[in-house]
């Protein structure tokens, strides 16, 4: 059997890791909004573009791929030979992505197994690795989808931004949005919590935060009793994304890879310029 991977734009795959990746990976991008006009998401709107909108407060908002971009998707993978897809995406709860997969999957001309990843970024991004390692080794269907499922639950993920403004316009704020009274008087450190942002800790400056994303890493990877792969993911805060994944070079001895990226529009319209995000992501089991 012949199980293709299909994933969407915020996965956040830096392109190296595409073309090394041991199976072909198809990317669906999510669309962005500003000012009125609508654009794909790592084809014509860069993560320059969306941090200029959000300082000059331009309206910016996100929509989903639509079911016929996936059935187009999945019929071009039947065609290419596939004889299964898992198609893998963020979080039901932030998107409705799964749903227009799920409804594209009842149309597909070859069995497609949806993951929700319950997740986003490179949390996600690594699941979708790791199913494309399974395919490539010949595993079936269900099993590259229980591979991704298996990865992308493992993972963690803690984010700091510089304000829940962004969060709370795009109504992904969920249980944190109890911080926003407070805002202006704290540093808040978000995280994961089965596919929904909850508050993690409330620091008072930006470099209390920045130390204590590296100290919840640390545990996080020492936890995992294995190797672990890493990724720290950026909105316009390169230097501190870099300074960052050295820190944690240092203290983690069970690293694998270690990704430094940028966010991209999508998830980047939600939580604005500033952010940086720490991926802690254990390998699955041979």
């Given at each position: 059997?012949?199980?293709?991977?299909?994933?969407?734009s915020t996965?956040?795959?830096?392109?190296?890791?595409?073309?090394?990746?041991?199976?072909?990976?198809?990317?669906?991008?999510?669309h962005v909004v500003l000012g009125g006009r609508e654009h794909r998401e790592g084809v014509d709107i860069t993560t320059d573009d969306l941090s200029a909108?959000?300082?000059k407060f331009t309206p910016v908002s996100t929509s989903r791929p639509t079911p016929h971009v996936f059935l187009d998707a999945y019929e071009a993978a039947a065609a290419a030979g596939a004889t299964g897809i898992v198609s893998i995406h963020l979080s039901s709860d932030m998107s409705g992505t799964c749903q227009s997969a799920q409804l594209a999957a009842q149309q597909s001309p070859v069995p497609v197994e949806v993951v929700d990843s319950r997740s986003l970024g490179m949390a996600m991004g690594y699941a979708v690795l790791s199913a494309a390692a399974a395919s490539a080794a010949g595993r079936d269907l269900t099993d590259v989808a229980a591979v991704a499922r298996w990865r992308s639950e493992a993972a963690t993920v803690a984010f700091y931004v510089d304000t829940?403004?962004?969060?709370?316009r795009g109504g992904r704020i969920g249980a944190a949005s109890a911080l926003v009274g407070s805002a202006l008087a704290i540093k808040p450190i978000l995280t994961l919590v089965d596919g929904s942002i909850r508050p993690l800790e409330r620091v008072r400056t930006s470099s209390r935060a920045l130390a204590r994303l590296v100290e919840l890493a640390v545990t996080a990877a020492t936890g995992s009793g294995g190797?672990?792969?890493l990724a720290v993911q950026h909105l316009d805060s390169v230097a501190r994304a870099q300074s960052l994944a050295g820190q944690l070079r240092e203290r983690i001895e069970n690293v694998g890879d270690l990704v430094v990226g940028e966010l991209g529009a999508v998830v980047g319209a939600h939580v604005g310029p500033g952010t940086l995000a720490v991926v802690v992501s254990p390998r699955p089991p041979s």
């Amino acid at each position: 059997m012949s199980v293709a991977i299909i994933t969407d734009s915020t996965a956040y795959l830096p392109a190296a890791l595409l073309t090394a990746a041991p199976a072909p990976i198809t990317v669906v991008p999510l669309h962005v909004v500003l000012g009125g006009r609508e654009h794909r998401e790592g084809v014509d709107i860069t993560t320059d573009d969306l941090s200029a909108a959000l300082r000059k407060f331009t309206p910016v908002s996100t929509s989903r791929p639509t079911p016929h971009v996936f059935l187009d998707a999945y019929e071009a993978a039947a065609a290419a030979g596939a004889t299964g897809i898992v198609s893998i995406h963020l979080s039901s709860d932030m998107s409705g992505t799964c749903q227009s997969a799920q409804l594209a999957a009842q149309q597909s001309p070859v069995p497609v197994e949806v993951v929700d990843s319950r997740s986003l970024g490179m949390a996600m991004g690594y699941a979708v690795l790791s199913a494309a390692a399974a395919s490539a080794a010949g595993r079936d269907l269900t099993d590259v989808a229980a591979v991704a499922r298996w990865r992308s639950e493992a993972a963690t993920v803690a984010f700091y931004v510089d304000t829940l403004e962004h969060l709370r316009r795009g109504g992904r704020i969920g249980a944190a949005s109890a911080l926003v009274g407070s805002a202006l008087a704290i540093k808040p450190i978000l995280t994961l919590v089965d596919g929904s942002i909850r508050p993690l800790e409330r620091v008072r400056t930006s470099s209390r935060a920045l130390a204590r994303l590296v100290e919840l890493a640390v545990t996080a990877a020492t936890g995992s009793g294995g190797v672990v792969d890493l990724a720290v993911q950026h909105l316009d805060s390169v230097a501190r994304a870099q300074s960052l994944a050295g820190q944690l070079r240092e203290r983690i001895e069970n690293v694998g890879d270690l990704v430094v990226g940028e966010l991209g529009a999508v998830v980047g319209a939600h939580v604005g310029p500033g952010t940086l995000a720490v991926v802690v992501s254990p390998r699955p089991p041979s």
